[in-house]
């Protein structure tokens, strides 16, 4: 069974960086496709980033394109978002997930694909 834990979260000040790591335990990520999700108090989950099985093909919500930046390190088997500038409203619990797949270069960003689960790491943007 696999198993995602995520860290890196904490408080940054606005322009900041952050690095999330998404490490997994219970099976190689090889197999996997893995999506950034967060949620905002008060707001549904939505889609941030993913990245396809072999690294190929990454995808970004428009309000993170050009400041986030996903990664995969299968040798680690970890999965990295890179979050820079860093705005107030980029403020949630950032989870990470996978979907198993035999599909080399195709991610969605969208939280029914995914079948596996963190618990999250908090990230607070604030001065």
């Known amino acids: 069974q696999l198993q995602l834990v995520e860290s890196g979260g904490g408080l940054v000040q606005p322009g900041g960086s952050l690095r999330l790591s998404c490490a997994a335990s219970g099976s190689t990520l090889d197999y996997y496709r893995i999506g950034w999700f967060r949620q905002a108090p008060g707001k549904e989950r939505e889609g941030v980033s993913c990245?396809?099985?072999?690294?190929?093909?990454?995808n970004y919500a428009d309000s993170v394109k050009g400041r986030f930046t996903i990664s995969r390190d299968n040798t680690k088997n970890t999965v990295y978002l890179q979050m820079n500038s860093l705005k107030p409203e980029d403020t949630a619990i950032y989870y990470c997930?996978?979907?198993?797949?035999?599909?080399?270069?195709?991610?969605?960003?969208?939280?029914?694909?995914?079948?596996?689960w963190g618990q999250g790491t908090q990230v607070t943007v604030s001065s």
């Open positions: 997930a996978a979907s198993r797949t035999t599909v080399q270069n195709i991610c969605v960003i969208w939280r029914g694909k995914y079948d596996y």
């Open positions: 990245i396809s099985k072999s690294g190929g093909t990454r």
